[in-house]
């Protein structure tokens, strides 16, 4: 009977640990906490470093660039320039696929 109740209580102290917030993961190298470490990832993309040109000065920015189209240098086109041609190409997207459905009803 003795036996039943300590595993009986310690089975619910096991359970009783599953709510508590983890304490922060020390890094190896630096000691810096893993939450430090949050600061430099997209808030869009959790596991993607956050891009040096979203600033968040634009509307709707939050870091969203898998792809690092907003640091390409080579080619001489600034941020600005490449989010109007965005634009541009989806409304000519949304007129194709208007023209392509109204022909056909």
Do not use: C
């Not at 922060?24 to 891009?51: R, Y």
């Not at 409304?91 to 023209?99: E, N, Y």
């Amino acid at each position: 009977m003795a036996k039943s109740v300590a595993f009986a209580a310690l089975a619910g102290l096991a359970g009783v640990s599953a709510f508590q917030q983890p304490a922060p993961i020390q890094n190896a190298v630096s000691g810096a906490s893993k939450m430090t470490m949050m600061a430099e990832m997209s808030k869009a993309v959790p596991f993607l470093t956050k891009p040096k040109n979203l600033d968040g000065s634009m509307a709707g920015d939050n870091g969203f660039d898998p792809l690092k189209l907003s640091e390409i240098e080579d080619v001489g086109l600034d941020l600005y320039w490449m989010r109007e041609a965005e634009l541009k190409h989806g409304r000519v997207a949304q007129m194709a696929v208007l023209g392509y459905i109204a022909p056909e009803t």
